[in-house]
C-alpha cells in the first residue's frame, strides 16, 4: 500500500519545552489514522509539522511523496486542514465564506454550494459564520477543507465543545468522507471517538509516541479484566463471594453500589455460570477493556479530557 | 446512510491552468474584505461618516469667518458715524455693527468682557475717541482702521476738495486660504489615514488572531495575492472618500472651487494610502490584539493628523512643529493636495511629494516585513 504520510523522527522544542522528542509514523492511503493523547502530549505540534506549518528542529516528513517544508505550492492543493471552528473570515455568510475558500483553490461557486449541501448547512447558508452553533461552524471549517477535493485531510480535534448529537453527525460525515477515498489524520482527545472511528491510532504523550495500533488489537494486547455487573438486589456481596470461590471464579474486584453489583474478573466464564445457576441476569452487561483501560497503562495516569 | 467503500479518485483542480487561480482568488479575497468593511457600521462611520461630519460642521462653521466683523458702542452723539447715510451705511455696517448707548461704564464693562470690539465718544471739541480692547489683535486691528478711515472721509469731506489720492482695493482669490479650501484636504487627508491604518493593520491582527493567516498559507495563493487585494481595496475606499468629500465640498453652500489639475488629487491620494497601509502593517506586525491595534493606530493617527496640518494650516505653527511634520506623510498629502485642488498646482508641484510617500512606504514595509508573525504562538 502507498504512503500518505511518513515522518521520520521528528522533535520540536518551544524553550525548555521538548513538544515533539522523536515521532515516526507512517499513514496509508485511504486510511483513517487518529492521534490520541492529552491536551499537552504534543499532538498538535506533530499535526502541525505534518502539515508543513512549521519547521521541525530535525526529522523528516514526507506528504504524498513531497516535502512539506517550506511551503510546497505543489503539494498545498492535494492536502486539507481544518482548523478550530473560528477560522473564518469575520461578517461573511456560510455561503460566502466556502466560496471564498473555493476560490483559493480555482474552484467555482457551483462546487462550493455541493459542498454546503453535502455537509447540510443549505439551510443556513445565509447565516453569518459568528452566529453559527459549534456544529454548523464545525460542519463548514470542514466543508471548507475539503471543497478542494483533497487526497489527504487533517483534521484538529473537530468535536470538542460539541453535544452528543452534533457529535455523531459529525463522525457520520466524517466516515463518509473517509469512505470516498480519502487519508483522514485526526487529532482527538476523545477516546470513544477515536475507537469508533480509526482504523489505526497512535497513542501520544509526554512529545512521544507511545504505541500504534487498531484500536481493537491495542485493547486486545493490554489483556485486562473484564467487567461484569448486574442489577442489584439479585444476589447479596457476601453469598457472590463464597459462591464464586466455590466454582474457582477468580474476583478482583467486587462492589454493590445499591442500584449495581458490578466484578471484575481475568475469567468471565465461570462468573457467568454462577450468575446465571442463580438466575440473577437481570440487567447484565459484560463490557471488555477500552481504549481508556489502554491509556492508562500506557501512560500510568487517568485520563484526563 | 449508504457509504460505498470504493475509493474514488477525482481529478484535483491542480489541474487547471494557474492563472485563473490566481485572478480568482484575488477576486475572492478583495470581495471578502471589502464585505467586511461594508457591513462594519464601526468601520464605515469612523472612515466615512465622521470626517464627513466634521467637514460639514467645520464648514459651516468657518463659511462666515471670511472678514472680521467688529462690534463697537455708540456713546452718545457721534456726528462721522450719524452723518453716514444711505449707500455709504449700509457699506459700514457690514464691518461694523453699531450700537447705540448712554451708559458708559456699561459699555466699558462690555468691551472689558469682549461683548464689545470699541466704544466711540466724541468730544465737544471734535475729537473722536475709540477705547479697543488688544485681546483679539485682527479686531483691534480692524476697529481701529474702520474708525480711522470713516474719521479721515469725514475730515476730507469737510475741507470740500476733491480727495488728492484714492485707493482702489482688489481682493487676490486663492491667495491666502480659506477655511474650506484647507478643511476639504485636511479632513480627507485624515479620514484616509484612518481608513487605510487601520484597514491593513486590523485585517492583519484579525486574520493572524482567528487564524485565517494560517489557513491561507495552507491553500495554494501566493502572500502576493493577499496583499495586492488588500491594496487594491485599500484604493477604492481613499478614492471613495476622496469623491464623496470633493463632492459635498464643491456644493455651493461650500463653495470649494476646484481648480486646473484638481484630478492629480487621485494618484496623490494612491501613494498616500499605500504609505498609510505600510504603518498600518507595522502595528498590525506588532499588536497583539484588535484592542492593542486600536489603540496603537489611534496614538498615531491623531497626532500626525494634526502635526500633519489635518485640522489647522501650519503656516503660523513654530519651526520645530514644522520639522516634524515633515516626517508624517500625511502633511504631504494635505499641503499636495491643497495645491492641486484649489491653488492651481501642478504636476511638479506635487511629484517630489508622491515620491516621498512611496520612500516612506518602502521603508515602514521593512520594518513590518522584520516584525511579521503567520500566527501568534
Known amino acids: ?305 | 446512510m449508504s457509504t460505498t467503500s470504493t475509493p474514488v479518485r477525482r481529478q484535483t483542480p491542480a489541474a487547471e491552468p494557474a492563472d485563473t487561480e490566481r485572478v480568482s482568488a484575488f477576486a475572492g479575497l478583495t470581495r471578502v474584505m471589502l464585505l467586511g468593511f461594508v457591513r462594519d457600521r464601526g468601520a464605515l462611520f469612523f472612515v466615512l461618516l465622521m470626517p464627513l461630519m466634521f467637514l460639514l460642521l467645520f464648514g459651516a462653521l468657518f463659511k462666515s469667518a471670511g472678514a472680521p466683523h467688529v462690534k463697537v458702542a455708540e456713546i452718545g452723539q457721534v456726528r462721522v458715524l450719524d452723518d453716514i447715510q444711505g449707500e455709504g451705511r449700509a457699506q459700514l455696517e457690514k464691518v461694523l455693527t453699531i450700537s447705540r448707548s448712554e451708559d458708559e461704564g456699561a459699555a466699558m464693562e462690555k468691551l472689558r468682557k469682549g461683548d464689545l470690539d470699541g466704544v466711540i465718544t466724541q468730544g465737544a471739541d471734535g475729537t473722536v475717541n475709540l477705547r479697543f480692547s488688544a485681546t483679539d489683535q485682527v479686531k483691534a486691528g480692524s476697529v481701529q482702521s474702520i474708525v480711522n478711515s470713516v474719521v479721515q472721509g469725514a475730515n476730507q469731506a469737510a475741507s470740500g476738495k476733491a480727495p488728492a489720492f484714492t485707493m482702489v482695493s482688489t481682493q487676490v482669490e486663492d491667495e491666502s486660504l480659506k477655511p474650506i479650501q484647507y478643511l476639504t484636504p485636511g479632513l480627507l487627508g485624515w479620514a484616509i489615514a484612518t481608513g487605510a491604518v487601520y484597514g491593513a493593520s486590523f485585517t492583519l491582527v484579525s486574520w493572524r488572531k482567528k487564524r485565517v493567516l494560517r489557513r491561507l498559507r495552507l491553500a495554494p495563493v501566493s502572500p502576493g495575492v493577499v496583499v495586492g487585494a488588500r491594496v487594491a481595496v485599500s484604493l477604492v475606499v481613499a478614492l471613495a472618500q476622496t469623491a464623496i468629500f470633493l463632492t459635498v465640498a464643491t456644493l455651493p453652500f461650500f463653495g470649494l472651487q476646484l481648480t486646473g489639475d484638481w484630478w492629480l488629487v487621485v494618484p496623490l491620494v494612491l501613494c498616500a494610502t499605500v504609505a498609510f497601509m505600510s504603518i498600518g502593517l507595522v502595528t498590525g506586525a506588532a499588536a497583539k490584539s484588535e484592542e492593542a491595534a486600536n489603540g496603537i493606530n489611534q496614538m498615531i493617527i491623531l497626532p500626525m493628523s494634526f502635526l500633519g496640518g489635518a485640522f489647522f494650516p501650519l503656516d503660523g505653527a513654530p519651526g520645530w512643529l514644522q520639522t516634524v511634520s515633515r516626517f508624517l506623510p500625511l502633511r504631504y498629502l494635505v499641503t499636495s493636495a491643497q495645491s492641486v485642488l484649489s491653488r492651481g498646482g501642478g504636476v511638479l508641484d506635487i511629484l517630489p511629494a508622491m515620491g516621498g510617500l512611496l520612500v516612506f512606504t518602502a521603508v515602514m514595509c521593512a520594518i513590518a516585513w522584520r516584525f511579521f508573525n503567520w500566527d501568534d504562538a
Open chain 1, 1 to 305: 500500500m502507498t504512503e500518505a504520510i511518513s515522518a521520520d523522527g521528528i522533535r520540536k522544542r518551544y524553550g525548555d519545552v521538548q513538544a515533539v522528542d522523536g515521532v515516526s509514523l507512517s499513514v496509508a492511503s485511504g486510511e483513517f489514522y487518529g492521534i490520541l493523547g492529552p491536551n499537552g502530549a504534543g499532538k498538535t505540534t506533530t499535526l502541525e509539522i505534518l502539515e508543513g506549518i512549521r519547521e521541525p528542529d530535525e526529522g523528516r516528513v514526507e506528504l504524498l511523496g513531497l516535502s512539506p517544508w517550506p511551503r510546497n505550492s505543489a503539494l498545498l492543493p492535494r492536502i486539507g486542514v481544518q482548523f478550530q471552528a473560528s477560522a473564518f473570515f469575520v461578517k461573511l455568510t456560510a455561503r460566502e465564506t466556502i466560496r471564498t475558500f473555493a476560490s483559493f483553490y480555482g474552484v467555482g461557486p457551483k462546487r462550493a454550494d455541493a459542498m454546503l449541501e453535502r455537509v447540510g448547512l443549505t439551510d443556513s447558508a445565509g447565516v453569518q459564520t459568528e452566529k453559527m452553533s459549534g456544529g454548523q461552524a464545525q460542519r463548514l471549517s470542514i466543508a471548507c477543507a475539503i471543497v478542494h477535493d483533497p487526497e489527504l485531510l487533517f483534521l484538529d480535534e473537530p468535536t470538542t465543545g460539541l453535544d452528543p448529537q452534533a457529535r455523531r453527525n459529525l463522525w457520520d460525515l466524517l466516515r463518509d468522507i473517509n469512505a470516498e477515498g480519502r487519508t483522514v489524520v485526526l487529532t482527538t482527545h476523545y477516546l470513544d471517538e477515536a475507537e469508533v472511528l480509526c482504523d489505526r491510532v497512535s497513542v501520544m504523550d509526554h512529545g512521544k509516541v507511545l504505541k500504534t495500533g487498531t484500536p481493537a488489537a491495542l485493547v486486545r494486547e493490554i489483556d485486562d479484566t473484564v467487567r461484569v455487573s448486574v442489577e442489584s438486589g439479585q444476589l447479596g456481596p457476601g453469598r457472590a463471594h463464597e459462591l464464586f470461590a466455590a466454582a474457582g471464579a477468580e474476583i478482583t474486584g467486587l462492589e454493590d453500589d445499591g442500584a449495581t453489583l458490578s466484578l471484575s474478573t481475568r475469567l468471565p466464564a465461570p462468573v457467568l455460570s454462577v450468575l446465571a445457576e442463580q438466575n440473577a441476569l437481570r440487567g447484565l452487561e459484560v463490557r471488555g477493556a477500552t481504549l481508556e483501560d489502554v491509556f492508562l497503562q500506557l501512560t500510568g495516569r487517568e485520563y484526563r479530557a
